[in-house]
């Protein structure tokens, strides 16, 4: 078998896992219904990209990988499976490639898995033990999202939508936190709970368990697990522990953290957030399993400037800052804007786009009081992804809800009328937050790409 198709091959996984397995000597092609930068991304690496869905484009295809989010209903699957073509779903290979590779690390978690899991791959790579590595978020070190090593280790960050990170066989699991999510594939937060238990019960008995102890619905799983747990977060009874912390100019953290009660000394970040430090010292957890020296974990995490969409400063207009975050969630967005309140002294605008008419639906009353430390808020419309309008949810219906809770709720829609307003009545010393895991970064592009006159 030498000949893969990806069918949806600009999405986060399916994009690093086709780089993983042209660098393993594959021909890879692929397909998707848009150009974006990761799909130009793969096409400077010379893989063979068709926009739009074609049964003809799995022409000489060995096996077809698909993503959840294209589903069996597919042209290019279907006729797969019409030609007797091998099919896959990518968690499905992602769990196949981490058998084969050897010692798999999996980083879960509602929140935080992102930036944890490039913190933890940064760390190991910087101490030679060469990890091949799938992220969901693209950095600058690894100039994308993957890292092929020659090792037998793999950090892999594992999502648990539709329960994908089921098919991973990690000897290491971190989970940072566990909240209602996905409410499309998991009707209560006890679905969320029980499909982590499973992902819990993947680990054998000398594998290592690592907790955020601070979520009470993660650290409720060490009763779930009979081999080594260990644990981190802001109070003593955990392993590892941030007994301190302090914000530094211009946007950094500074931590002084203690393992079962021993002073370890001050871990400095450049990124804002005690959430952020909080990743960093799981990434410390899982490297001084593997044996890695505190003092290298440091020095690495010193210099870590932060994952793509995740609180990323893309630049100023006329002296306001434009910030653009991956926050789509309602604990995420409190989080990301308790952070921006913390870093920053001036008036603070959240321009937030919803990602699906489920999630908002379900968490309407959650999201709507989740922009408290904006001084601004700015709404557009629902980004569908996945799904199609069910005409029983809007954003207009965010901005009645949030108006209970928030002086200033202005729903706009459309991009291109919120970079006009925003370019109308931002000012100096504003920072702007565009937020979502749609395109609403295109707002701070669009306004950053405007003439100054």
Request: hydrophobic share 40%.
């Amino acid at each position: 078998m030498k000949h893969l198709h990806f069918v949806g091959i600009g999405g986060a996984r399916l994009s690093g896992l086709a780089k993983l397995y042209q660098d393993r000597g594959y021909t890879i092609t692929g397909s998707d219904t848009q150009a974006s930068a990761a799909v130009q991304n793969l096409i400077n690496r010379g893989i063979k990209v068709f926009l739009g869905h074609d049964p003809s484009n799995i022409e000489g295809a060995d096996l077809v990988v698909y993503t959840n989010a294209v589903g069996n209903d597919n042209p290019e699957v279907k006729a797969a499976q019409n030609k007797e073509v091998s099919t896959i779903e990518g968690a499905e290979l992602l769990g196949k490639l981490m058998t084969e590779v050897g010692r798999g690390i999996a980083i879960a978690g509602t929140h935080g898995k992102t930036t944890t899991t490039a913190m933890t791959a940064l760390v190991l790579t910087a101490a030679g033990l060469d990890p091949t590595v799938l992220i969901g978020g693209e950095i600058d070190a690894f100039q994308g999202n993957h890292r092929s090593g020659k090792s037998d280790l793999m950090v892999v960050e594992a999502c648990e939508f539709k329960k994908s990170f089921l098919y991973l066989r990690p000897t290491i699991e971190l989970i940072t936190n566990i909240d209602w999510d996905h409410p499309d594939c998991f009707p209560a937060l006890r679905d969320v709970i029980k499909t982590f238990t499973d992902f819990v019960a993947l680990l054998p008995r000398n594998g290592v368990l690592i907790l955020a102890g601070d979520d009470p619905n993660a650290l409720s799983l060490k009763k779930k697990f009979k081999g080594k747990t260990i644990t981190f977060g802001y109070r003593p009874e955990f392993d590892w522990e941030i007994t301190g912390y302090r914000t530094v100019e211009p946007l950094g953290i500074v931590g002084a953290l203690s393992y079962r009660g021993k002073s370890q000394g001050e871990l400095r970040l450049k990124i804002p957030g005690r959430h952020n430090l909080q990743n960093a010292v799981g990434a410390l957890a899982i490297a001084a399993e593997l044996g890695v020296n505190v003092e290298n974990v440091f020095e690495t995490l010193t210099e870590f400037i932060g994952v793509k969409r995740r609180f990323q400063i893309k630049g100023e207009y006329r002296g306001a800052v434009v910030v653009d975050d991956y926050a789509h969630h309602p604990g995420a967005v409190r989080a990301t804007l308790a952070t921006a309140r913390q870093a920053f002294k001036g008036r603070i605008w959240c321009v937030f786009q919803p990602h699906l008419y489920s999630r908002t639906k379900h968490l309407l009353d959650e999201f709507a009081g989740s922009f408290k430390d904006a001084d601004v808020l700015v709404l557009a419309d629902i980004y569908p992804a996945r799904e199609v309008d069910p005409g029983n949810i809007s954003s207009r219906d965010l901005a009645a809800k949030a108006q209970k809770n928030h002086p200033d709720v202005r729903y706009l829609g459309d991009l291109e009328v919120i970079a006009d307003h925003l370019a109308r009545h931002a000012r100096r010393g504003d920072l702007i937050l565009t937020m979502g895991a749609g395109n609403i970064f295109e707002v701070g592009e669009e306004l950053l790409n405007k003439t100054v006159v």
